[in-house]
């Protein structure tokens, strides 16, 4: 009888879990979607070339620490970066366009922290 409990109890709290909304988060268009997917990659694959000693999360602090003016980082800065790492190749400004209109405020900037969580 007890174990009959217990896993009632179990799968009531994963269920709970599942069914609450995530707030704050948007809804990006497939197009975004791929776009920050694309990012990551790029980036990835800039660490694994020029930087593979290092942890990814120190690579993306970097990146974003030359990207970033005033806290956020916005458009020209993450294409001044691409450019600068020799990415340009793989990520068009189109598909940066994306990720910073989607994610970004009022001024199509994004918060470096929020950033950080994106890729």
């Known amino acids: 009888m007890s174990t ?5 109890r179990t799968s009531r709290t994963l269920f709970a879990k599942r069914s609450i909304p995530a707030v704050g988060r948007r809804n990006l268009s497939m197009q975004g ?19 593979t000693q290092e942890l990814p999360s120190r690579v993306k602090k970097e990146v974003l620490q030359e990207a ?9 800065g993450m294409i001044r970066v691409i450019e600068n790492i020799h990415k340009d190749d793989q990520i ?28």
């Open 4 to 8: 009959k409990i217990l896993l009632t």
């Open 33 to 51: 979607i791929a776009a920050v997917k694309k990012l990551r990659t790029v980036l990835e694959d800039y660490r694994k070339e020029n930087c």
């Open 92 to 119: 068009s400004a189109n598909e940066l366009e994306v990720i910073f209109r989607e994610h970004g405020g009022k001024d199509s900037s994004i918060a470096v922290e929020e950033m950080m969580k994106l890729l």
């Open 68 to 76: 970033q003016t005033k806290g956020f980082v916005d458009q020209n």
